[in-house]
């Protein structure tokens, strides 16, 4: 009787040996090599440990795997600083998802990292947000801090990108106007005219507006385009920037509420909106209202759809569908008044449905939020299965996102993700050429890009 109870406590006592090794061993890994921001047990655990105490436990009980992380970061830096505009190719994953393989390659950037320890609110970080477009046979890029790059696109089949550097004057210009610059928003061709849109502050605060110049490769000459005349005091995210083509002589623009409470809600303002610029005559018109903070903006033609992809609150992110041709009344998307989000801090005072309240429902919404970012639209290729896909760029959830469109085209339905550790992926683009998805990531800023084996 001793021998049986004695041996039931040894099996008892090693299994508890083996589980606390196992929860060592993946926490250990967790603090090495990053974990997934979309696990709800993590997040579950997160919640309820307090945030000082899990310092704490990463310093003392887990000081090694996170020592080896934080050397295996600064090596990857010391590589980054040491190969300069070379674009070295640093890191080839293969990807198996489902019935699918894809081939990730990571090739460095020049620019500067963004420091997610400063947390999101931290106007540094508005300088390190950088994005990417392709234009012909060659892909473009501008760091948040306005340095216009390039490199031939077929460098993305070999080992070095071979970067090569675009003058632009965009120091000049803010020197002259007497401007700061807060960060740059987005980069895009329309045309010959390379169109950026950029956050600046002057006397009357800080204000996003777009800039144009004349496409070359001697210099690029950027002049104020277009002015929303809209200023809020203080620095905040919510300030949206994307650009997108509509036609000839239109582009589209998003512009975030920039916290300005009920600005979304006000027709004479343009915080919150996504509008049309005829740039011809440099007139506009609202297209949408109720929005946040728009990062991604698509437009298919041959549906003539506007999407765009936003963040929410906490939870929420939201993907939007506007078709044009259903209704000439201007869209409203709910914001501040509905989200399927969470505030911050205080009563949540959200209505959940939109469409009860009058307002158009998400296509799609995700809680807990992805940090959505850039989107892409596709037909039927290598990337779609179907008739019509989009695929998500995200930031919290160093992830890319595969949806399709249900069969009325009216919503999309998640299929897959693709979790890229470690890796803030803010702007993505594909080209048909070379049939690979291009990304830009900005913990170690990369290129990084997609390819189906």
């Known amino acids: 009787m001793i021998i049986f109870k004695n041996k039931k406590k040894f099996l008892i006592l090693l299994v508890l040996v083996i589980l606390f090794v196992f929860i060592f061993y993946k926490v250990s890994n967790i603090v090495r090599y990053g974990y997934d921001r979309q696990s709800k047990i993590i997040e579950l655990t997160k919640s309820i440990i307090p945030k000082h105490y899990v310092g704490k436990i990463k310093d003392n009980i887990f000081i090694i795997p996170k020592l080896k992380a934080r050397n295996e970061f600064l090596n990857l830096q010391v590589k980054k600083f040491e190969q300069g505009y070379d674009g070295q190719k640093y890191r080839s994953d293969q990807y198996e998802l489902n019935d699918q393989k894809f081939k990730i390659n990571y090739f460095f950037t020049p620019f500067k990292r963004l420091d997610v320890n400063l947390g999101w609110k931290a106007e540094k970080n508005s300088l390190r947000a950088h994005y990417a477009e392709i234009k012909d046979d060659k892909v473009f890029l501008i760091s948040g801090e306005g340095e216009t790059i390039f490199f031939e696109k077929k460098n993305l089949l070999k080992k070095k990108l071979n970067y090569q550097i675009l003058d632009n004057n965009i120091g000049d210009l803010l ?54 005349n809209e200023y809020w005091k203080e620095y905040n995210v919510f300030s949206g920037g994307r650009i997108e083509s509509f036609d000839n002589d239109n582009i589209l623009f998003s512009i975030g509420f920039s916290y300005v409470k009920n600005s979304a809600q006000k027709k004479d303002s343009l915080l919150g909106k996504i509008i049309k610029i005829n740039l011809i005559s440099n007139t506009h018109e609202m297209v949408s209202m109720g929005h946040r903070n728009p ?42 008044i509905a989200s399927y989000g969470e505030p911050y801090f205080g009563p949540n005072l959200f209505k959940k449905s939109h469409s009860k309240y009058g307002f158009i429902e998400p296509a799609i919404y995700f809680t807990p939020s992805i940090g959505i970012s850039e989107i892409l639209y596709f037909k039927k290729n290598s990337f779609c299965k179907v008739r019509k896909c989009l695929l998500a760029s995200s930031l919290r959830a160093n992830s890319i996102y595969f949806l399709n469109f249900d069969n009325d085209n ?22 048909e050429d070379l049939d690979l998805v291009i990304m830009l990531s900005e913990n170690i800023p990369s290129i990084v890009t997609l390819q189906k084996l």
């Open 410 to 431: 009216e919503q999309l339905v998640l299929v897959n993700r693709i979790h890229l550790k470690r890796n803030r992926i803010r702007d993505i683009d594909y080209d």
């Open 175 to 228: 020197k002259k106007k007497n401007l700061k610059l807060i960060g740059i928003r987005d980069l895009h061709f329309h045309n010959n005219q390379v169109l950026i849109s950029m956050m600046t502050q002057n006397d009357k605060g800080i204000t996003i507006d777009i800039y144009s110049a004349e496409f070359n490769f001697e210099k690029l000459i950027f002049k104020n385009k277009f002015k929303t």
């Open 295 to 336: 990062q991604g903006l698509s437009y298919v033609k041959d549906l003539n759809l506007i999407i765009n992809s936003e963040h929410g609150p906490k939870g929420g992110d939201e993907i939007n569908f506007n078709y044009l041709n259903k209704t000439s009344k201007i869209k409203n998307f709910g914001w501040p």
